[in-house]
C-alpha cells in the first residue's frame, strides 16, 4: 500500500485584482519544478458557486457560466457574490469551508494553494479553517494603487492582514507574472518557511 500524504493548505488574500492567482501560479511553479513538491491551485467558494448556480444561469438566462467572456462574467457576478454571502450568512462561514472538509482528496499528495482567502467575519471562519484546523499558511498580497472593492473587503481585509504569517507588497507593473518570476527569492522564502514551520512527518498516514 503506497503512503499517503496530507499537505496543509497555503492561502492567499488581498483585494480583488491585487494578483492573487498570479501569485499562486508562482508558488505552484517553485514547488513543483525547484523543491520538486507537487502543488496545486484549489478554490474555497469559486469552484462550489460555479458548480451550485450552473444549471440555473443556464435555464434562466441560456448562458453557461465557464464562459471567458468578460461581458458575461461581469453580468452574472453580482449574482454569484450573493449567493456566496447568503450561503456564507446562513452557516456562519462555514459552507464553503465544510465542503472542502468533506473531500477526501483534498491535500492528498499535494500542496493546497488558495488564491481566494476573503473572509473573517465569525468565530470559525475561512482563518480560522486554515490556520486552526488545517495548520496551513497565510500570504496577505498588497499591490499599489489597488483598494477594496467594496465595504465587506476592505473590513475583512484588516482581519487577514493582520493574521498573515506572510504580508507581500507589490509596486504597480504591467506584467505581475514578470514581476514574481524576476522577485522570487520571497516565495522561497514562504515556501522555505512552509517546509520548516507547517510541513511535518507527522502529518503522513
Excluded at 492561502?11 to 505552484?28: E, N
Excluded at 491551485?41 to 460555479?50: E, K, N, V
Aim: glycine share 4%.
Amino acid at each position: 500500500m503506497s503512503k499517503t500524504t496530507i499537505f496543509p493548505p497555503i492561502g492567499i488574500a488581498g483585494s480583488a485584482l491585487v494578483g492573487k492567482d498570479t501569485l499562486c501560479s508562482a508558488i505552484i511553479y517553485q514547488f513543483n519544478y525547484n523543491f520538486n513538491l507537487k502543488a496545486k491551485r484549489c478554490s474555497i467558494a469559486g469552484d462550489t458557486i460555479r458548480k451550485d448556480l450552473k444549471e440555473m444561469i443556464f435555464n434562466k438566462i441560456n448562458v453557461s457560466i465557464d464562459m471567458e467572456s468578460p461581458k458575461i462574467k461581469e453580468n452574472i457576478r453580482p449574482l454569484m457574490v450573493e449567493y456566496g454571502r447568503c450561503m456564507r450568512n446562513h452557516t456562519k462561514g462555514r459552507y464553503f469551508i465544510d465542503i472542502l472538509n468533506k473531500n477526501k482528496e483534498f491535500g492528498k499528495n499535494y500542496i493546497p494553494i488558495i488564491p481566494d482567502m476573503r473572509y473573517s467575519e465569525y468565530e470559525n471562519d475561512e482563518v480560522y479553517w486554515l490556520k486552526v484546523e488545517k495548520k496551513g499558511l497565510l500570504i496577505f498580497l498588497e499591490r499599489e494603487g489597488i483598494e477594496p472593492a467594496n465595504k465587506y473587503e476592505e473590513k475583512n481585509n484588516k482581519i487577514l492582514k493582520k493574521a498573515a504569517d506572510f504580508i507581500l507588497k507589490v509596486p504597480t507593473v504591467l506584467n505581475t507574472e514578470d514581476y514574481f518570476l524576476k522577485t522570487d527569492t520571497e516565495i522561497e522564502k514562504i515556501i522555505t518557511t512552509y517546509r520548516r514551520d507547517i510541513f511535518r512527518p507527522s502529518n503522513k498516514f
